[in-house]
């Protein structure tokens, strides 16, 4: 079956830098989504991708829908405390109608 | 308004026990989900339900019995569960099927003794 490669699987940064985190895939999908996970929560979604190449922001995030349909990234500039937790890509392409998770990236930040 | 919620947030259960979690959405979505995720892993599907039917089950053993009793609602009855069967489970929902944006619920953490 499908998967989706996320990485990095972590990352320890400062407080105030900016942070990449990628999703690569190798079939096309139709649709990015990258949500967040706190500890003992649920994934709260932060953006969702439907074109390719489509670049969208929310506040201090940024995400691409990369053109090749095959890859996405987040990038999180001007790190906080409160951006610590998981950040799971999910994709969807055409011939089913099920999101397909990444790995997740585990993020620290240090005050 | 995207509020899925879930209940109970905790439950400990004996493997004879029977027990439901409980999922709740009032977007008007016809479509919702039942995931299990263990921890630092990747949530994965368990059910799907489409317009009050289930229409996708991954192949999941018959401890596991979902329920969905109207369009706003959706049950995961729990019987005879084992200690791996431990972990948090999500509830989602979106506009319908064909629908890729879903809205997940705070989970239930179980644990199975």
């Known amino acids: 079956g499908q998967q989706l490669n996320q990485s990095p699987q972590s990352m320890f940064i400062q407080e105030g830098e900016d942070v990449s985190m990628n999703c690569t895939s190798s079939?096309?999908?139709?649709?990015w989504l990258w949500y967040k996970q706190d500890p003992g929560e649920g994934p709260v979604l932060l953006i969702a991708?439907?074109?390719?190449?489509e670049l969208t922001s929310n506040g201090r995030l940024t995400a691409q829908f990369g053109i090749t349909r095959k890859d996405s990234f987040l990038n999180i500039s001007a790190s906080i405390p409160s951006d610590v937790g998981i950040y799971f890509c999910?994709?969807?392409?055409?011939?089913?109608?099920?999101?397909?998770f990444g790995g997740g990236t585990r993020l620290m930040v240090k005050p | 308004d995207t509020e899925v919620t879930q209940t109970p947030k905790h439950l400990v259960m004996g493997m004879t026990n029977k027990k439901s979690l409980k999922c709740e959405q009032h977007?008007?979505?016809?479509?919702m989900y039942w995931y299990k995720q263990k921890a630092k892993k990747p949530p994965e599907l368990m059910f799907v339900?489409?317009?009050?039917?289930?229409?996708i089950n991954e192949s999941v053993p018959s401890r596991f019995s979902p329920e969905c009793p109207n369009s706003s609602l959706l049950n995961l009855h729990l019987h005879a569960l084992q200690p791996e069967d431990s972990a948090l489970y999500l509830c989602?929902?979106?506009?319908?099927?064909?629908?890729?944006?879903?809205?997940f619920g705070p989970g239930t953490r179980l644990l199975v003794l």
């Open positions: 991708l439907y074109k390719a190449g």
């Open positions: 989602a929902s979106s506009q319908d099927r064909r629908e890729e944006t879903q809205y």
């Open positions: 079939s096309i999908f139709n649709t």
């Open positions: 999910a994709g969807r392409n055409n011939a089913g109608n099920m999101l397909t």
């Open positions: 977007m008007g979505h016809r479509a």
């Open positions: 339900y489409s317009y009050e039917k289930l229409s």
